[in-house]
């Protein structure tokens, strides 16, 4: 297959990398600055006419945030063509009406495809639980953003990295609703609510702390631990040993890092077009940043 890319940074290499490595082309690069080549092997080009041009059978999207919207229509408004986003798609939920309600967008929220998350989400849908309550940490790394440039970081300080683990949330556990937030300057502390199952999710997001982004499960019989997300600890009691407990690991799954975790399994998902996918959609992105907006209180 023919996979063109819009975007020049890290993403898109990424993305490059994943690709080639399933057996397909990049048959070019879309980007805006002129002056900068990001492969000079292979072509590069500056606006959505040229890039189709080149006969994609999809386009990848990684472009800077505050841009996905606007080129994805200029793109939509040539050719209806399947399309795979990084996220955060939109910041409002007003913006999906520019892309209308379109089945070729998928959004690039990776971390659905770790293998961790997937077998909790099968205990999950299997009914092999008796989940009482969740924890989630997101100490978000603001001044790490601001020195990168991202212009829209004040407004929607939720959107980047956090956005990927309330999207697990939706993703793992349904509808999720804000039951009460403290909110200080750079800290939300509250209580957010998974309503189709009753369970209680502890929320703490305390900007640029010196601690991982964690979520927890407590189970009846065990607690399930990604901390960070990308590696999994199952707990199933604590051992006292020495005059002190700790807990006993039964089982770890710690992400590949060969290439970006998750990655690999999302892109081909994306490419083969497998319907039982587990790609987020629009839909999707519009619940992620409601959610994102309701916490910070920009939206009630």
């Not at 209806?80 to 007003?94: A, D, G, Y």
């Not at 892309?99 to 770790?114: A, M, P, S, T, V």
């Not at 989940?131 to 790394?141: A, D, H, R």
């Amino acid at each position: 297959m023919r996979i063109a890319i819009i975007g020049y940074g890290r993403m898109a290499t990424e993305y490059q990398k994943v690709i080639e490595f399933l057996g397909h082309e990049v048959c070019c690069f879309m980007k805006k600055n002129k002056l900068v080549h990001l492969n000079p092997i292979t072509p590069v080009v500056y606006d959505c006419k040229t890039l189709l041009k080149y006969n994609p059978d999809a386009v990848i999207v990684a472009v800077s945030q505050e841009n996905t919207v606007e080129v994805l229509y200029q793109l939509l408004l040539i050719k209806f063509i399947p399309c795979l986003v990084e996220k955060p798609v939109l910041f409002e939920s007003k913006d999906i009406n520019r892309l209308w309600n379109n089945d070729n967008i998928k959004i690039g929220y990776n971390r659905r495809f770790y293998k961790g998350v997937l077998e909790l989400n099968a205990k999950l849908k299997n009914h092999e639980f008796n989940l009482k309550s969740v924890y989630v940490n997101l100490p978000e790394p603001i001044e790490e953003y601001r020195k990168s440039g991202i212009k829209l970081l004040g407004e929607y300080p939720l959107h980047y990295s956090a956005s990927h683990v309330i999207d697990l949330l939706f993703y793992l556990l349904g509808h999720i609703k804000v039951e009460m937030m403290y909110r200080n300057k750079n800290c939300y502390t509250g209580l957010l609510m998974a309503d189709e199952i009753e369970v209680p999710i502890l929320f703490k997001s305390v900007f640029n702390a010196p601690e991982h982004t964690e979520m927890t499960f407590n189970f009846e019989d065990e607690v399930w631990t990604f901390c960070p997300i990308e590696e999994l600890r199952i707990y199933d009691k604590l051992v006292k040993n020495n005059n002190s407990y700790y807990q006993n690991i039964k089982k770890e799954i710690i992400e590949d890092r060969t290439f970006k975790p998750g990655l690999v399994d999302q892109v081909k998902q994306f490419l083969y077009f497998n319907t039982k996918d587990n790609l987020a959609t629009l839909e999707d992105a519009v619940k992620v940043s409601d959610l994102c907006n309701q916490i910070t209180g920009r939206i009630k």
